[in-house]
């Protein structure tokens, strides 16, 4: 078995190759070698695996998932074959400490992350959908332009109360604003057409629209940023993905105050936390589960976080069950 490391930069990839027997240490295969992140370079990657008879079926290749960069060599090894993982970057952080590493450069990485996959062989990776990951790509590039316009709004803001102002300034702030309406409006519409196509991607959002709290554009954020649902297999790894899981603080005699993680993907946190707001002022079973929890001394912030956590379960039943949301359903009880 082959294990390559991978350290991808902007330009350039430096490769390190192991091999891995059945019992004993990792024995590398030469020096960290160096490619262009290019189409040439990727395929100049591929010959140089070949000259060690590292073929796809016998290696796994792991790099970390920072930036963009990497998106290009994983599809293009994915495709040839290749077993890809794609690593969180804290945990090679963490695995370099526990070496008691010491320095930091680009061959370095590699041979760290290489060192990683033949330690821990982490899961395997697989592209997402083509049509969640243009969903996702409107629907990021509508928050960057949301958050230009909360900015811009700011600015008019300030300029209305300044004593003295001059009027292109304004002017030039209010094509701005304008642009990034017509811009958000567009988007909108983009989002909307993507979703009412016909197909999987429709089914699942007509899904999750029918739990309380959740719109299209929730039901858009959540799909986009969830598309390896069928890697899951309880609602608890969503919990987890979205930093919603509890973290319990306690050693020895001490008790700590618990707190969610906040380790996973803010986006989804934050649609979550948004459709719990809505959520709890609804009259309906999760409403009332809001309700109940601060009737019993539940800090209202740490109930609407609690909610916000049902309510994804909730929408992993419902697409894991391909059935709409049912207020009135009682889960079975368990036999004594």
């Not at 059945?22 to 395929?43: E, I, M, R, Y």
């Not at 969640?132 to 629907?139: G, H, I, K, N, T």
């Not at 109930?303 to 009682?330: E, G, H, M, S």
Request: aromatic share 6%.
């Amino acid at each position: 078995m082959f294990v390559l490391g991978l350290d991808v930069g902007l330009s350039d990839l430096y490769a390190r190759l192991l091999n891995v027997p059945v019992q004993g240490p990792p024995v590398a295969l030469g020096d960290v070698c160096v490619f262009p992140n290019s189409p040439a370079g990727h395929q100049a990657l591929c010959a140089w695996l070949q000259t060690y008879s590292a073929v796809p079926a016998l290696t796994t290749v792991v790099m970390e998932s920072t930036g963009v960069y990497w998106e290009r060599i994983a599809v293009c090894l994915h495709t040839a074959g290749f077993a890809v993982s794609v690593v969180n970057a804290a945990q090679i952080k963490y695995f370099a400490k526990s070496l008691l590493r010491r320095g930091k450069t680009d061959k370095m990485d590699a041979e760290l992350i290489a060192r990683y996959g033949a330690t821990m062989r982490p899961a395997r990776w697989t592209p997402t959908d083509a049509c969640l990951e243009s969903l996702r790509a409107l629907v990021h590039e509508r928050d960057a332009v949301i958050e230009l316009i909360t900015l811009e709004k700011g600015r008019h803001h300030a300029l209305d109360h300044r004593h003295a102002v001059q009027d292109v300034v304004v002017r030039l702030c209010d094509e701005r604003l304008a642009l990034l309406f017509q811009q958000r409006d567009q988007l909108n519409t983009a989002i909307q057409d993507a979703i009412a196509l016909p197909g999987r991607l429709h089914v699942q959002i007509v899904l999750l629209t029918s739990v309380p709290g959740i719109g299209q554009l929730t039901a858009a954020v959540l799909l986009s940023e969830t598309g390896h649902l069928e890697e899951m297999h309880c609602s608890e790894q969503w919990t987890a993905y979205a930093g919603l899981s509890p973290v319990p603080r306690q050693s020895g005699a001490m008790v700590g105050r618990s707190r969610i993680s906040k380790i996973g993907n803010a986006r989804l946190r934050r649609a979550m936390y948004m459709s719990a707001v809505t959520a709890s002022r609804l009259s309906n079973p999760l409403g009332a589960y809001y309700r109940r929890l601060v009737e019993q001394g539940k800090p209202k912030k740490v109930a609407l976080i609690a909610l916000a956590r049902k309510i994804l379960r909730v929408c992993f039943a419902v697409l894991k069950t391909a059935q709409p949301f049912d207020p009135a359903y009682q889960r079975p009880l368990k036999a004594a």
